[in-house]
């Protein structure tokens, strides 16, 4: 059967969106599993790095305040004191998302505790890293070629609103560029599960069609989805650190770095602030879990479709 019979097979925008409750018997409490995995790991992740990412935040502030190009020259170092904890919640995220894409392909829905890492992780995490540099090299080489154009422009018309207008313009088509890209990619790491390869490139074929309802499908979650994270955040910041959050929030948004600093030692310094980091982590991470099994499952329906038109095995998996 041509790969071209995936275009025929309909589109299910609200299965796509919420295809992990969804994903055969006992879904949701797969989805509340993983979600508690990963806030627990977040959890010994904040209360073993914590401590050291606080000291390197007010380390980078204090140096910023000092020499505000250390903005870039410092950067670094801040990544470097960040990496263990950055690094293991990817890899966390990586065990709970390969093991979605083992139920949703192989059925797998039996293993009470399905998360590991092995070969389909690895394999996993390279898609992700390929995806999202493709993403940003995309991004800035088409950003930057239309910020030539605007550059060159400028010597005939000197107008500002024009070359606003030019950047902003070349701002939305390198996000859109950008998408796309990533887009028609991002079926390749639940396809090299399916195949045990790097399957980065027989993915084309899976979105051909569909990118549009992906784009919405991709685009409403994060919207929607970042929306709900900031107000939860406020929350759970209120509850946890009491006031002391609100001031912090209060001297960010004033922009006065020093008073921003100020606040943010203090709350480093309240007694337990490695716990209440820990915390606070933990809670937001049983959000981002599900909010990012729901993004992950609109490249797993794409798979899902995919299959089913080519009469593949484990088609079925939804039905």
């Known amino acids: ?22 994903s055969g018997s006992g879904s949701l409490i797969f989805v509340v599993k993983s979600a508690v995995f990963y806030a627990v790991g977040l959890f010994i992740l904040y209360m073993l790095f914590g401590q ?43 065990a709970v998302e390969t093991a979605f894409h083992r139920r949703v392909l192989f059925g ?25 540099i493709v993403f940003i090299v995309v991004l800035i080489v088409v950003y930057f070629v239309f910020a030539l154009i605007a550059g060159l422009l400028s010597a005939v018309i000197s107008s500002p609103i024009f070359m606003i207008v030019v950047i902003s ?8 560029v950008a998408s796309f890209i990533a887009i028609r990619l991002s079926p390749a790491a639940a396809r090299s599960v399916a195949e045990k390869r790097i399957a980065i490139g027989s993915v ?16 409403l979650l994060w919207i929607v989805g970042m929306i709900v994270y900031g107000v939860l955040m406020t929350v759970a910041m209120l509850a946890i650190y009491g006031a002391d959050s609100g001031g912090l929030f209060m001297s960010s948004m004033s922009g006065d770095p020093a008073a921003s600093l100020e606040m943010t030692k203090e709350l480093y310094q309240v007694e337990g602030a490695n716990l209440r980091s820990a915390i606070l982590a933990s809670v937001l991470g049983i959000y981002l879990a599900v909010l990012s ?10 798979n899902n479709l995919y299959d089913k038109a080519q009469g593949m095995l484990g088609a079925d998996v939804f039905d």
């Not at 505790?113 to 992700?128: A, I, K, S, Y």
Request: hydrophobic share 50%.
């Open 169 to 176: 313009l070349g701002l939305l088509a390198a996000l859109f």
């Open 108 to 132: 797998d829905q039996g293993n009470p505790f399905p998360w590991r890492f092995g070969g389909d992780e690895l394999r996993v995490m390279l898609c992700q890293l390929v995806v999202w």
């Open 52 to 94: 050291m990412m606080q000291d390197a935040s007010v380390v980078y502030q204090e140096k910023t305040i000092e020499d505000p190009l250390y903005v870039f020259t410092g950067m670094g170092i801040m990544l470097l004191k960040s990496l263990p904890i950055y690094l293991g919640m990817w890899m966390i995220w990586i």
């Open 293 to 302: 099994l729901c993004i992950v499952g609109v490249s797993a329906h794409l």
């Open 1 to 22: 059967m041509s790969a071209n019979t995936t275009i025929q097979s309909p589109y299910d925008f609200g299965r796509a969106i919420f295809l992990p409750f969804h």
């Open 204 to 219: 084309w074929a899976v979105t051909k069609g569909r990118f549009w309802p992906s784009l919405g499908a991709y685009y």
